[in-house]
T-cell receptor, first 116, second 118 residues
Framework: GAVVSQHPSRVICKSGTSVKIECRSL??????MFWYRQFPKQSLMLMAT?????????EQGVEKDKFLINHASLTLSTLTVTSAHPEDSSFYIC????????????FGQGTRLTVV | AQTVTQSQPEMSVQEAETVTLSCTYD???????LFWYKQPPSRQMILVIR??????QNATENRFSVNFQKAAKSFSLKISDSQLGDTAMYFC???????????????FGQGTRLTINP
């Protein structure tokens, strides 16, 4: 079946540095990728939508300059957390929505980001 | 905007018992999907069951079944013969009909933490 591979699974970085998270669709093409954020014991909240060949769209309240999204190809979407601060520590998950030949959304394994 | 509400933050049952998780939603859409996802401690999201709104018949997947009440905007999940491996967070989710409206996001409920006790 369709697989979305997300890396890294866990990252610890220093305050002020940037971290890049990658999501790859391994056996299908994804023109759209959704990026969610999940705080401990809470639900998934949509941060932004990446679209291949066009600018990402951000949900209200999400800083586009802090969370840079690039959809470089039909199989790769990246989220870069710039100038990370401890409050950016969270669990980030990407998801490819249903499309041709796939009737369900597929999720990456998630990335646990800790900013120290 | 669509909203999804899960009113049970935590539930706990004994192994082999049946448990029902509640979910209500609000939408003005007529064509949509509803889902239950399981998130075990690994935090990988796993699809449990899917219901298409236009289908009146309730979806079933082995020990998992739903009670879909479209008029009441209710979508509960029943787990029969519960197993220790069912211990996880369960999220109810809504999605507009993607075949009609293009790529759609999932809107999640707050989640229910289910514990199956031996």
């Amino acid at each position: 079946g369709a697989v979305v591979s997300q890396h890294p699974s866990r990252v610890i970085c220093k305050s002020g540095t940037s971290v890049k998270i990658e999501c790859r669709s391994l056996d299908f093409q994804a023109t759209t990728m959704f990026w969610y954020r999940q705080f401990p014991k809470q639900s998934l909240m949509l941060m932004a939508t990446s679209n291949e060949g066009s600018k990402a769209t951000y949900e209200q309240g999400v800083e586009k300059d802090k969370f840079l999204i690039n959809h470089a190809s039909l199989t790769l979407s990246t989220l870069t957390v710039t100038s990370a601060h401890p409050e950016d520590s969270s669990f980030y998950i990407c998801s490819a929505p249903p499309g041709v030949n796939r009737n369900e959304a597929f999720f990456g394994q998630g990335t646990r980001l800790t900013v120290v | 905007a669509q909203t999804v509400t899960q009113s049970q933050p935590e539930m706990s049952v004994q192994e082999a018992e049946t448990v029902t998780l509640s979910c209500t939603y609000d939408t003005s859409e007529n064509n949509y999907y509803l889902f239950w996802y399981k998130q075990p401690p690994s935090r990988q999201m796993i699809l449990v069951i899917r219901q298409e709104a236009y289908k009146q018949q309730n979806a079933t997947e082995n020990r998992f079944s739903v009670n879909f009440q479209k008029a009441a905007k209710s979508f509960s999940l029943k787990i029969s013969d519960s197993q220790l491996g069912d211990t996880a967070m369960y999220f109810c989710a809504f999605m507009k009909h993607w075949r009609i409206q293009g790529a759609q996001k999932l809107v999640f409920g707050q989640g229910t933490r289910l514990t199956i006790n031996p």
